[in-house]
């Protein structure tokens, strides 16, 4: 535009700041889409979004992440990457302005991104050198396309010499053909960077779950008791609602051809098995509930399924631990590590490397091909998903991924019970209402849950069968509501006669408790 007015016209003519910042965030936009593009020939894990947000996720203050967890529940990893975006395009508002001001300035801008998600995604696990060519790609694409939005941006006067402007239609013509390219880049962008992120999920691991044909568990299959659930409470948690809390910003995809389990660090016989050598061992099938210690009170960061798995015990036997080493440490194809006490994966309990969930292979969200299941643990210390590693060692000599960022190396699930039926603040009419809910103890099992209406006696409620002490327990109780406003408190006491304890804490350093209560109100 600037050679069509030049002979017409003497004054000095800019990009408007909302043109030039339109012009930025357009840019941003192609880079994300460029870089999700080119990511399907390297990684999913090098796209700058993924490999920044990664980063991101490792470094982020402790407060920061516990607030993402209570706010969005199992969507905080959805909840990181939208604010990813959102602060990207607002930075890149601005670089798209300082690029109007000297082009060479946006353009250090659109330098700067790159170098930072190209330094990301070479400091993540399994980085290869080829894992910089999605940030530099997507950064020469950005560059290119700040610098068109730039040229082909509407105008404005810059100085206030009189002089003959060009006539309203000639503006309007400039700005619908600006914001065409636009609107046409933002949302090209969003549809191919949605087509990359779906194709680099990879259809190859879909395939290899779909067929996938479960050994048969040795011994009897786990059965769920016929009085195990309550009402519309039900015992087992289904695969899509079961909670999942982990730090991967894009769900790892191992096709199993490809996967391996290594046992190694302080043992006698070091070794590594393949995924046919896994399957043909010898399964187990078992109920067992997991808990993240996230979970707050009352919370439903929990959950309940059957799995099938091969004990972690035959693995650790025929490796044979060194006396000394009190941790085992998972590792996951991400990097991700969980400590868990040794003697609680030789101590006879159903921990397992499990292979599938509710009766399939497990749902690659949760793990696929293999994970870590250990009753009775916090899944931070115990529940690695998508397994690569098991080392033996010391809690003196590693600390795993979460102990350095303030949580507790040993965690023990604490004994704890919540209300479901009714909801918080119901109302309610007067006479029987049936109050039910959960509780739980891993490997320790629920023996008693009480309920206190208002400042009452604690009523004792009626506990339905469990397959194990493995899992959590529903109960019950009917309680003749009267008028008014009531709140009911729920307590739990575990099989070796340990109460609930009613003293408040929050999930950190090692779990939340106190007594789960709610307002209801009769009429």
């Not at 696990?125 to 894992?131: E, I, N």
């Not at 940030?135 to 610098?147: E, F």
């Amino acid at each position: 535009m600037t050679s069509t007015l030049s002979g017409t016209l003497n004054r000095r003519w800019a990009v408007g700041r909302w043109y030039a910042a339109a012009a930025g965030v357009a840019s941003a936009a192609v880079a994300l889409a460029v870089g999700e593009l080119i990511a399907i020939l390297v990684s999913a894990e090098s796209a700058p979004l993924v490999s920044v947000g990664g980063v991101v996720i490792d470094h982020v203050p402790e407060w920061a992440k516990d607030f993402a967890i209570q706010v969005f529940g199992t969507y905080d990893k959805v909840a990181l990457q939208v604010g990813t975006i959102i602060i990207l395009l607002a930075v890149a508002a601005l670089i798209g302005v300082l690029g109007a001001l000297r082009l060479w300035w946006g353009l250090l801008g659109v330098v700067a991104f790159g170098v930072i998600g190209l330094l990301s995604a070479l400091s993540r696990t399994g980085s290869t050198g080829a894992w910089v060519i999605p940030s530099i790609v997507a950064a020469v694409a950005a560059g290119l396309m700040l610098w068109l939005l730039l040229r082909l941006a509407p105008k404005e006067a810059a100085d206030e010499t009189p002089i003959k402007e060009p006539s309203k239609a000639y503006f309007g013509q400039q700005r619908r053909r600006f914001l065409t390219i636009f609107g046409a880049t933002i949302v090209g962008s969003a549809v191919v960077g949605y087509v990359g992120r779906i194709i680099g999920q990879g259809s190859a691991v879909n395939a290899a779950r779909e067929a996938l044909v479960l050994p048969t568990p040795v011994g009897p299959r786990a059965v769920a008791p016929e009085a195990a659930s309550i009402g519309d409470l039900g015992y087992v948690t289904s695969n899509a609602d079961f909670y999942r809390i982990d730090t991967a910003i894009v769900v790892p995809r191992v096709e199993p051809r490809d996967w391996t389990l290594t046992i190694k660090g302080r043992v006698a016989k070091p070794f590594t098995i393949t995924w046919d050598e896994l399957l043909r061992r010898p399964m187990i099938e078992r109920y067992v509930t997991l808990t993240c210690v996230s979970n707050e009170v009352g919370g439903d960061l929990i959950g309940n399924a059957k799995w099938l798995g091969v004990p972690v015990k035959d693995l650790l036997d025929q490796a044979q631990p060194d006396p000394s080493a009190d941790q085992v440490v998972s590792r996951s194809v991400d990097g991700f590590t969980a400590g868990t006490p040794t003697k609680a994966l030789l101590d006879g309990r159903d921990a397992m490397i499990a292979v599938a969930m509710n009766g399939e292979p497990l749902p690659i969200n949760h793990g696929f091909p293999a994970r870590m299941v250990v009753p009775g643990l916090y899944g931070y210390v115990s529940a690695t998903k998508w397994l690569s590693e098991l080392e033996l060692t010391t809690f003196a000599d590693f600390d795993a991924y979460w102990v350095p960022r303030g949580w507790a190396q040993m965690a023990p699930i604490k004994t704890e019970s919540r209300i479901d039926r009714p909801r918080g603040g119901s109302s309610l009419g007067a006479g029987d209402v049936v109050v039910a809910g959960v509780a739980w103890a891993q490997h320790r099992g629920i023996s008693k849950v009480e309920v206190q209406v208002d400042e009452g006696p604690w009523q004792q409620a009626n506990l339905a069968a469990v397959a194990s002490i493995d899992t959590w327990r529903l109960w019950s109780l009917t309680w003749k509501a009267t008028p008014g406003d009531h709140t009911l408190r729920v307590r739990a006491t575990d099989n070796g006669g340990e109460v609930q304890t009613s003293q408040e804490a929050p999930p950190p350093p090692d779990g939340a408790s106190g007594y789960h209560s709610i307002q209801v109100s009769v009429s």
